[in-house]
C-alpha cells in the first residue's frame, strides 16, 4: 500500500515519485504534535519496515529542522509512536493489489 503525496508536500522528493509506503488505506483520527501545538487530524501511518535509511534520516532531518531536534531524537521518537502522514499532503492512495484477467 502506498501514499502517493501531492506534488507541494515537503516529503515529495524524499519518496520515488512522491510514492510512501503506508500500513493502511484507511485514514486514523489521530493526536498529532506540531511545532504549533496539538491538532487533531486525519492521517495514514507510514510503514516505516519499508523504507531505507536515506529515506528515513531524510524525513528525520526535515521534522528536525522544523522542531529544533537533531535527527537521531526524531528517528527514536518515530520508532516509538509511529510516522502519521496527514491526509491533506495525499492525493490518492493505492493497494499492491494484483488483478488477474
Partial sequence: M???LKERSLL????PHGQVPIRGTTPQEVLCE???GNLEAQV???NLDLLTAEQFL???TL?????GDTPAVVMQTVRERGLPLRVEHVASVSENLK???
Avoid: P, R
Fill in 12 to 15: 515529495y522528493s524524499i519518496f
Fill in 2 to 4: 502506498f501514499a502517493q
Fill in 99 to 101: 488483478f488477474f484477467v
Fill in 34 to 36: 506540531t511545532t504549533q
Fill in 58 to 60: 531524510a524525513v528525520a
Fill in 63 to 67: 521534522i528536525g529542522k522544523a522542531t
Fill in 44 to 46: 495514514y501511518m507510514v
